[in-house]
């Protein structure tokens, strides 16, 4: 079964718009971390943000923040104010368990946002 | 500037020659990592290592190999190249402390003709 799921494989959005990529999750340890990364067409991948399962409020990082719905198991980031430069590949992780380093990083399939101008 | 460097950023090699992509980091990091991207696929992870001489599998560890001889470095080796092994790769550190956020590479994008 997938860890991470990404449903929307491409989404549009009008420039300076706010939009919402979805990102569920499936796990049964109550420690884990769910992150968001941005990958541009140049390739790389940009760390977005964070969100710690006994984290109590929301994850916000400037125009992004994380809409965290624990009971759903969903982790949805929303871009406010979208920009040109936003149009890239956005990925959903997950890691498992309190302590790192011996418990891989799951991707999800990834989300392909377009912002029209 | 932090950062993790990998080379080369682009190869493109035969069936069965050995190679080597390098990985760096400047960070003092205590983990590092290798995943693979394909299409349909996201990323997937290759090998990892918590700290110097340890490193273990992660989930397609099939025809790589890793070592970890100093903190800072760790090469991927492809000791028999086979064509689908042909992907974007990335090597990633990280703290190895909560919420120990991975910092990844540039990419290599390897052809295996």
């Known amino acids: 079964a997938q860890k991470i799921t990404q449903t929307q494989p491409g989404m549009f959005v009008q420039e300076k718009e706010a939009v919402t990529l979805d990102c569920t999750y499936d796990t049964s340890d109550p420690s884990y971390g769910l992150f968001w990364y941005k990958q541009p067409s140049s390739g790389e991948m940009i760390f977005l943000i964070y969100q710690g399962s006994y984290d109590q409020q929301n994850a916000t990082e400037g125009r992004y923040s994380l809409n965290f719905q624990k009971a759903r198991k969903s982790a949805n980031l929303v871009i406010s104010a979208s920009q040109l430069g936003d149009s890239a590949m956005y990925f959903c992780a997950m890691r498992e368990g309190r302590y790192s380093g011996n418990t891989p990083l799951v991707f999800g399939k990834g989300t392909r946002l377009s912002v029209i101008a | 500037e932090a950062q993790v460097t990998q080379n080369p950023r682009y190869l493109i090699t035969v069936t069965g020659k050995k190679l080597t992509v390098t990985c760096s980091q400047n960070m003092n990091h205590e983990y590092m990592s290798w995943y693979r991207q394909d299409p349909g696929l996201g990323l997937r992870q290759i090998y990892y290592s918590m700290n110097v001489e340890v490193t273990d599998k992660g989930d397609v560890p099939e025809g790589y190999k890793v070592s970890r001889k100093e903190k800072r470095n760790f090469p991927l080796i492809l000791e028999s190249p086979s064509p689908n092994q042909t992907s974007l790769y990335f090597c990633?550190?990280?703290?190895?402390?909560?919420?120990?956020?991975?910092?990844f590479g540039p990419g290599t994008r390897l052809t295996v003709l």
């Open positions: 990633a550190s990280s703290l190895g402390q909560s919420p120990d956020t991975q910092y």
